[in-house]
């Protein structure tokens, strides 16, 4: 049996997802959760060979779960389910460690074998991004990407500082050199691109 947990912060996906899977002979959901931080807890408490995740999720995000469970259990495999059609989220995932990145949109009899992939120790990956992916790269780095999602959400540069225990020179500098490497005019348009492409 492949032992699975799954992750989703929407009660009635969760359990249409969990419902959909048991059917399956040779798949057993061995836990649920609705956050970032229980599903990092089930895991480590059931260690089930498939973590099935979404990634917009309350506490933590999918892709920083996958991120933890690469580091501290690295014998679950992670999947990633989500709505995200965009390389650029692909990308992030695969570099956090999920070797599988499926879109919600996919026939039911995909998941299953995804997670049979994933579990031989294979790839599973959306075929309409795994070209793409490859193509263009995430040009900004993670201090840039955190300051340009904070300048984003309204912080202004002295919370942005206080927050990443920053000077407020040095977080002028990377949303200067965020705002310069994806071509925008300003922060607002910087963050909108990079969203956009799945960066952010």
Do not use: C
């Given at each position: 049996?492949i032992?699975?947990?799954?992750?989703?912060?929407?009660?009635m996906?969760?359990?249409a997802l969990?419902?959909?899977l048991e059917i399956?002979?040779d798949?057993?959901?061995?836990g649920?959760?609705r956050d970032?931080?229980?599903a990092?807890?089930?895991v480590?408490r059931?260690m089930p060979?498939?973590?099935?995740t979404?990634?917009?999720?309350?506490?933590l995000s999918?892709?920083e779960v996958?991120?933890?469970?690469?580091?501290?259990?690295?014998?679950t495999r992670?999947?990633?389910l989500?709505?995200?059609?965009r390389a650029?989220y692909?990308r992030r995932a695969?570099?956090a460690g999920a070797?599988?990145?499926?879109?919600k949109?996919?026939?039911a009899?995909?998941?299953?074998?995804?997670?049979?992939r994933?579990?031989?120790g294979?790839?599973?990956?959306?075929?309409e991004?795994?070209?793409e992916?490859?193509t263009?790269?995430?040009?900004?780095?993670d201090?840039?990407?955190?300051?340009?999602?904070?300048?984003?959400?309204g912080?202004?540069g002295?919370?942005i500082?206080?927050?990443?225990?920053?000077?407020?020179g040095?977080?002028r500098n990377?949303?200067?050199?965020a705002?310069?490497k994806?071509?925008?005019?300003n922060?607002?348009?910087?963050?909108?691109?990079?969203?956009?492409?799945?960066?952010?």
């Amino acid at each position: 049996m492949i032992r699975v947990v799954v992750a989703e912060d929407q009660s009635m996906v969760l359990g249409a997802l969990a419902a959909l899977l048991e059917i399956e002979r040779d798949i057993e959901v061995v836990g649920q959760a609705r956050d970032g931080q229980h599903a990092l807890d089930l895991v480590a408490r059931e260690m089930p060979d498939v973590l099935l995740t979404d990634i917009e999720m309350p506490h933590l995000s999918g892709l920083e779960v996958a991120a933890a469970v690469k580091e501290r259990h690295p014998q679950t495999r992670v999947v990633i389910l989500t709505t995200f059609a965009r390389a650029g989220y692909l990308r992030r995932a695969l570099d956090a460690g999920a070797q599988g990145y499926l879109l919600k949109d996919s026939p039911a009899e995909t998941l299953a074998n995804a997670i049979r992939r994933v579990h031989a120790g294979m790839r599973a990956v959306a075929p309409e991004l795994a070209q793409e992916a490859w193509t263009e790269r995430d040009p900004l780095n993670d201090r840039e990407r955190q300051v340009l999602r904070l300048a984003s959400d309204g912080a202004t540069g002295g919370e942005i500082a206080g927050q990443l225990k920053l000077s407020e020179g040095t977080v002028r500098n990377y949303l200067s050199e965020a705002i310069t490497k994806l071509g925008a005019k300003n922060r607002v348009e910087a963050a909108r691109i990079a969203r956009d492409k799945g960066w952010l």
